[in-house]
């Protein structure tokens, strides 16, 4: 089994900043894709940032140039590191990853608890 714990949200005002963390551990012989979601309430979860296995990055483009996703491989965590955030970035934010427990098992997706964030104006 895999566990992903989140931790870094809380309140924080326009234009402040907040790091979130996302550890996973378990039965983890390989993390492939690993990102954050965001749900904000009466809207439908979307994705906020993503990072394979590489270097590559993908972003959406309502935080692009604001928020960088980072993956410390060794410790299967991935960083979310939010500037100059905005009321509506207020969300539950999720955690997301595509592990392998063995070399010869499928990839399986696992999310985190979720984490809030809220913007205040």
């Known amino acids: 089994q895999v566990q992903l714990v989140e931790s870094g949200g809380g309140l924080v005002q326009a234009g402040g900043s907040l790091r979130l963390s996302c550890a996973a551990s378990?039965?983890?012989?390989?993390?492939?894709?690993m990102g954050w979601y965001r749900q904000a309430p009466g809207k439908q979860r979307e994705l906020v940032a993503i990072?394979?296995?590489?270097?590559?990055?993908n972003y959406a483009d309502s935080v692009k140039g604001r928020f960088t996703i980072s993956r410390d491989n060794a410790k299967n965590t991935v960083y979310l590191q939010m500037n100059s955030l905005k009321p509506e970035d207020t969300a539950v934010y999720y955690c997301?990853?595509?592990?392998?427990?063995?070399?010869?098992?499928?990839?399986?997706?696992?999310w985190g608890q979720g984490t809030q964030v809220t913007v205040s104006s």
């Open positions: 990072i394979p296995s590489g270097t590559s990055t």
């Open positions: 378990g039965s983890i012989f390989r993390t492939d894709a």
């Open positions: 997301y990853a595509v592990v392998r427990t063995t070399y010869f098992s499928n990839s399986v997706a696992y």
